[in-house]
């Protein structure tokens, strides 16, 4: 059935190791955003691609980086430059970039570095 | 996009009416209000939306002001499972601009149902 899927679910890392977080959808979407969560926290958006081969940064987009290779596919990596990587990360896609279209999220992943 | 404004929590009471407001005074002609939810520890999830009219789905009602600064999102009969982070964002139709595309959240309301 079609959807958003992260993975994995929870990640550890020992700290200065970049680590890679997987998103993927089958809602033939053009829009991907990448989000972080704090605990109690809004999200806080991160980078943002509305079409393949392109994306934009975020509001904090400092020690990351992503790709959008493939049109289903928006990768995020959390490089060794992020001061504080420990968070709760939300992907989620859209139809289009134009306003009248609704976001669907997948179900996080929680990043944990020790 | 343009900022929105929201209560920080709100509590209501199981069966009643549950109304949250949003203010969005710096809101564009082309930017239409959206409402998520999100339940701890999930991903955020698609409430309704709308432009200048007032919107009903399954889920909620919308009332959006006449001069689109304010909105309201109800949820008629609140269960203990509506017990979530409310969020209210404007985000523009379309067109070219430094903001397309991007869709930024709040910090949001955190609705409690109690028994």
């Known amino acids: 059935d079609g959807g958003i899927t992260q993975s994995p679910k929870y990640l550890f890392r020992k700290e200065g190791q970049n680590v890679t977080l997987s998103c993927e959808q089958n809602l033939n979407h053009d829009a991907m955003y990448w989000y972080r969560q704090d605990p109690g926290q809004g999200l806080r958006l991160i980078y943002y691609?509305?079409?393949?081969?392109?994306?934009q940064k975020g509001d904090i987009a400092e020690g990351y980086s992503v790709s959008r290779e493939k049109k289903e596919s928006f990768p995020l990596t959390v490089t060794s430059a992020q001061k504080n990587p420990t968070a709760f990360y939300l992907c989620a896609s859209r139809r289009g970039a134009e306003g009248n279209t609704e976001a669907f999220f997948g179900q996080g992943t929680r990043l944990t570095v020790v | 996009d343009a900022k929105t404004t929201q209560p920080t929590s709100m509590d209501c009471a199981e069966g009643r009416a549950a109304n949250l407001p949003c203010n969005h005074s710096t809101i564009s002609g082309n930017e239409y209000v959206y409402w998520y939810r999100q339940i701890h520890s999930q991903g955020p999830q698609y409430i309704i939306h709308g432009l200048k009219n007032n919107e009903t789905n399954e889920m909620a009602s919308l009332i959006i002001t006449e001069d689109r600064k304010s909105s309201t999102l109800i949820l008629p009969h609140a269960t203990l499972r509506d017990t979530a982070v409310y969020y209210c964002i404007a985000n523009p139709f379309g067109g070219e601009g430094t903001s397309y595309g991007k869709l930024t959240f709040g910090q949001g309301t955190i609705l409690t149902v109690h028994p």
């Open positions: 691609s509305q079409i393949v081969n392109d994306f």
